[in-house]
């Protein structure tokens, strides 16, 4: 779903509830084949995502935004080139909440770039790291967490759990897409 606004400006919408997307297929040049590629709002709810190449769910640019609620995103494959694998991903001023979902099998569970997210009652399993956050981004754990993000900081409920990552958190700057949702 790409960030072109239709009649009036507004940006497009999805609402997926109970549905299974897997095993998606990198383009011709071997680079793509995420999961759910959002440019504008998307409402994710008691689905899968599995098996999908460079990102399971991506939510990029300024304005778009997503609830993943009571979905699982998993074993998302590195691209040809070895780059990406991430399960869940907000990018370039994406708002995010991520709430009572597991995130498992990725190279990174959650990642944010210049976005805001709440991360919310949810696992974050198996992962190379659990959860990086990086431009400017403050990651933070409170007992409770507000409905909607706040911009600039990534909320982490402390109902969340992070088990079995090789780390909790990522440190420094990481390979993230700079465009992921096509035009």
Known sequence: MNDRRGDGGVLPE???SRVVIRDTLPAADGHGGAGVACGGRLTLVSSLVT???EL???????GSSAVVKGSVVTNTAVATDGRFGHGVV??????VVI???EVAGNQIGIAFDRSAAVVRSSLVRGNQVGIHVQGGVALEEAASVPDAPVEGRVLVSQSSQFVG???RTGTGVVPLPSNPVPK
């Open 14 to 16: 999805a609402f997926l």
């Open 90 to 95: 907000g990018l370039n001023g994406a708002s």
């Open 56 to 62: 399971g769910v991506v939510i990029g640019n300024p």
């Open 99 to 101: 709430d009572d979902t």
């Open 51 to 53: 098996n999908s190449r």
């Open 165 to 167: 990552n090789q780390a």
